[in-house]
């Protein structure tokens, strides 16, 4: 049975195909991908919503001023609201998910564009995002429901990965639109609201083609296990006596089993590396390696872009071998062990290559564990009811976002440097560099600007106004002290030339001068240089200020360039260093072993995962496999002999 005009635009007449969103008989392949790839464009496009602050996170924090803790404690509060929101999309089981995903979708993006990008201060900020985190949490259980019922289990894996690549290519469009368009040097850190405005405007766009193209199965049709293609005429005949309200009866009892519940907060705790990267990789990054935020973005290119090749090509592979659990074995092993190599990098100066390989690795790895397990959960949850896909995904919405709201309020605890880092690091590596030499010489030389900043400026200024007369105060201090001494003696000789004095004048004068040989010596200089010693008389007020510095003036006198240079650097450089300086340096010293403890936890998380795969429904053994898949074809060609018969 084909899916007629009318399938597609049901409700015809007025508008209300724009609610009327449900197919009554099982689409044919190419309609049947057109909706399955609008629903991972939905998805791509929600999770490119919910992940934007991530590429301006540090510009964020300095804007709005927001602590780091803050920060992160909003971001699990966010997800503990998103985590009902959640269960409440366990409802579409009862009313439909197309609708759901379509007017979600207009919400948060008007919300995105348009008023996260107005607020002016934390509060607001954080309360619109709680807002658009309830809508976000209803749609994205929503999404793989979708995916799930049109998606049968034999290319399960394969459409999961398409699904899988939602949020992993809504990190990679983050990093690459955030390495694209954010500068290399930030001037004002209100540039944070152009990423919101670029990501809600790609929102709306999306909206109007899930508002046209998205549609979804009838509860007769979705509420069937559907094993293959093959089985469609079964489900279709099925469906015409399939009690709907008898299989969605007590939903949550049903669910909230071993295999169900253990098998989403195992995987849930192993992403605990994955959220980590997406609200934290660039202040992680900028930090503790000291990169540009573009470069950050630049590395989370590498990661999110060898994720999104890992989901969608394990997912092909997994369908192929028609099994799920050897696929988690190895990319959880790989995760693990990259986990550890990249954990270890803190505290030393990997290459930006080095980072982006061993990203893109790690991310690889989880890739290749997450998508077969989103297919091997769907397949757990059909098992004991395939009418309830919506309802297992919201226990499994509900876990992982409680288990990142615990995970993000344990963080700032665990990492206590960044605050420091985001909010006053970067102005004190600026202070650093650009009065580098300044700075160091005042670290290396303390006692000289002690010294220095002891005398007056004005004692300073005159120092350096009357240098010369300075000088020569020094040069002729024995013959001012026989001037200053004989004041009225000197003020007779004045009144002769050298020539004409008196000789009872000139004999009086050798004797004030120290007699003999030494008298004339001085009263010669003093001739020599009168006019250089009238200047240091004339000059004598305010070289009498300078005196009692004299000292202090002459051990500073050989770094006169460097406090010359140290002088130019403004006060409040110097306040600025003081007050958050050491801060910085303490930060920047604690936050690489702070950061290993936190990625210690990750690793963790990611062993527990891998103990965790066995519960799941599933064969280990392609071969098996296919024979389960035999059994399942002569089952179903026999019902349908018995339902012609």
């Not at 919910?50 to 920060?71: D, E, R």
């Not at 660039?282 to 890992?310: D, E, H, P, S």
């Not at 009225?488 to 004068?509: D, N």
Request: charge should be positive; charged fraction near 10%.
């Amino acid at each position: 049975m084909n899916a007629t005009a009318a399938d597609l635009a049901p409700g015809r007449g007025g508008v209300s195909w724009l609610w009327r969103r449900q197919l009554d008989s099982y689409p044919d392949t190419a309609p049947r991908i057109l909706y399955l790839a609008i629903t991972v464009l939905a998805t791509i496009t929600l999770y490119y919503e919910l992940y934007v602050g991530g590429s301006v996170s540090t510009l964020i924090l300095a804007n709005l001023h927001m602590t780091f803790t803050f920060y992160v404690v909003t971001l699990a509060f966010g997800n503990l609201i998103g985590a009902f929101g959640s269960l409440f999309a366990g409802l579409t089981d009862r009313y439909g998910r197309a609708n759901l995903v379509a007017f979600g979708l207009l919400f948060t993006a008007v919300f995105v564009a348009f008023i996260l990008p107005a607020a002016t201060n934390k509060w607001a900020f954080t309360i619109e995002g709680f807002v658009v985190g309830v809508v976000e949490g209803i749609c994205l259980v929503a999404t793989p429901a979708l995916i799930r019922d049109f998606s049968p289990q034999l290319g399960r894996a394969t459409a999961m990965g398409f699904w899988t690549s939602g949020p992993v290519v809504g990190s990679l469009i983050v990093a690459t639109v955030g390495s694209a368009t954010v500068p290399a040097v930030v001037s004002n850190t209100r540039f944070w609201t152009h990423e919101y405005h670029i990501c809600g405007i790609a929102g709306l766009v999306v909206f109007v083609i899930a508002l046209v193209g998205l549609r979804e199965l009838s509860p007769r049709l979705r509420d069937q296990l559907m094993v293959s293609m093959r089985d469609r005429a079964l489900i279709e005949a099925r469906a015409k006596g399939l009690d709907v309200e008898s299989l969605l009866h007590n939903p949550f009892r049903q669910l909230l089993k071993l295999d169900v519940v253990l098998s989403a907060l195992a995987v849930s705790i192993m992403l605990l590396i994955y959220y980590t990267a997406v609200g934290f990789l660039v202040i992680y990054i900028t930090t503790v390696f000291g990169f540009t935020v573009k470069n950050a973005n630049g590395l989370g290119n590498w990661q999110w872009g060898f994720n999104v090749i890992a989901v969608i090509l394990i997912g092909m592979i997994s369908d192929l071998f028609r099994v799920r659990k050897p696929f988690m074995v190895i990319g959880g092993i790989l995760a693990a062990v990259m986990t550890v190599v990249y954990l270890l990098q803190a505290g030393h100066h990997p290459s930006y290559y080095a980072l982006a390989g061993i990203l893109a690795a790690l991310s690889f790895g989880l890739g290749v564990a997450y998508t077969p397990w989103m297919a091997s959960f769907t397949e757990t949850v059909e098992a004991r009811n395939p009418a309830l896909i919506a309802t297992g995904l919201a226990i499994w919405g509900w876990i992982i976002r409680i288990v990142v709201f615990i995970s993000f309020l344990i963080i700032p605890a665990v990492i206590t440097s960044v605050t420091p880092l985001v909010n006053y690091g970067s102005t004190v590596a600026a202070y650093a560099t650009t009065y580098k030499s300044e700075l160091a010489f005042a670290s290396t030389h303390p006692a000289i600007v002690a010294t220095a900043s002891k005398i007056p400026p004005s004692v300073l200024a005159i120092a350096k106004t009357d240098a010369v007369q300075l000088a020569n105060a020094a040069k002729f201090a024995p013959e001012l002290a026989v001037i200053q001494t004989h004041t009225a003696l000197f003020a007779q000789l004045a009144r002769y030339t050298p020539t004409t004095v008196p000789p009872a004048l000139a004999a009086q004068a050798v004797a004030a001068a120290g007699g003999g040989t030494k008298g004339l010596a001085i009263l010669s200089t003093i001739d020599a240089n009168s006019a250089a010693i009238a200047g240091v008389i004339a000059a004598g007020p305010a070289l009498a200020k300078v005196a009692p510095y004299a000292a202090d003036l002459k051990a500073i006198a050989p770094y006169s360039a460097q406090l010359a240079a140290l002088s130019k650097v403004p006060p409040s450089v110097f306040a600025y260093l003081k007050a958050h300086g050491s801060q910085v340096t303490t930060a920047a010293a604690s936050a690489p072993g702070q950061w290993k403890n936190w990625y210690w936890v990750c690793f963790g998380g990611i062993v527990l995962f891998i103990f965790s795969i066995p519960i799941l429904r599933g064969r280990w053994n392609p071969s098996a496999a296919r024979r389960d898949e035999e059994q399942h074809e002569a089952m179903v060609q026999a019902e349908l002999a018995k339902l012609k018969a």
